[in-house]
């Protein structure tokens, strides 16, 4: 079974460019969500999606966007990028578990580095 | 507001020795705690899953514990090997959806 796969694995842009990264989920799983790790800032929740919606977002400005498609894969936007926008974005993707309680499965990540 | 901090930061132990690694977290109203283990510049690899109805999970040399009452975890790493060395991460999961807040990571080197 093919884990979750995220591209491009490595991204280079400038201030002021736009970053699109990709995510396909484990087959089955209907929700994808986005982590952002910025060195020295730990893993902050992004974005949320599940059957195509948007369900929660985290403390970030709305220059950070994306969508599911149909397939239940995902892009996340980030425009008018800056340097702080450096960082391992990771997507996981998740089926409800039987407690309830969903169990994310994480991909490899992309690295956006922005100049 | 929930918050998960993970001591210490930094552990480099000689090939062989036992690796104790902690995490504690200030809400006990949580569904899961999950470890993870994260290698340089890559992504994250579930170690093991402890759902709030359990107080441990094992899989071959590790065990992870659970106490939510004084919120705390703690994750064995039984006769350590330098493939050991890597971050390791701990998470709550706090809605049913399945938004997980992490601690920042125990950076582990393991000496051969």
């Known amino acids: 079974e093919a884990g979750v796969t995220q591209s491009p694995t490595h991204l280079i842009k400038t201030r002021g460019q736009q970053a699109t990264l990709r995510c396909s989920p484990i087959?089955?799983?209907?929700?994808v969500y986005w982590y952002q790790q910025a060195l020295g800032l730990g893993l902050q929740f992004l974005l949320w999606?599940?059957?195509?919606?948007?369900?929660n977002r985290g403390n970030f400005p709305p220059r950070f966007s994306g969508r599911q498609f149909p397939n239940y894969s995902s892009e996340l936007n980030v425009n008018a990028l800056e340097l702080e926008d450096s960082a391992l974005y990771l997507c996981?993707?998740?089926?409800?578990?039987?407690?309830?309680?969903?169990?994310?499965?994480f991909g490899a990540g992309s690295r956006l580095t922005v100049l | 507001k929930q918050e998960v901090t993970q001591i210490p930061a930094a552990l480099s132990v000689p090939e062989g020795e036992n690796l104790v690694l902690n995490c504690s977290f200030t809400d006990s109203a949580i569904y899961n705690l999950q470890w993870f283990r994260q290698d340089p510049g890559k992504g994250l690899t579930s170690l093991l899953l402890?759902?709030?109805?359990?107080r441990e999970q094992t899989s071959g040399r590790l065990n992870a514990s659970l106490d939510k009452s004084s919120g705390r975890s703690t994750l064995y790493i039984a006769a350590s090997q330098p493939g050991d060395s890597a971050t390791y991460l701990c998470a709550v999961t706090t809605d049913s959806w399945g938004k997980l807040q992490f601690g920042a990571g125990t950076q582990v080197v393991v000496t051969p």
């Open positions: 402890i759902q709030s109805s359990q």
């Open positions: 996981a993707s998740s089926f409800r578990g039987v407690s309830g309680a969903n169990v994310l499965t």
């Open positions: 999606y599940d059957e195509g919606e948007e369900r």
């Open positions: 087959s089955g799983h209907t929700s």
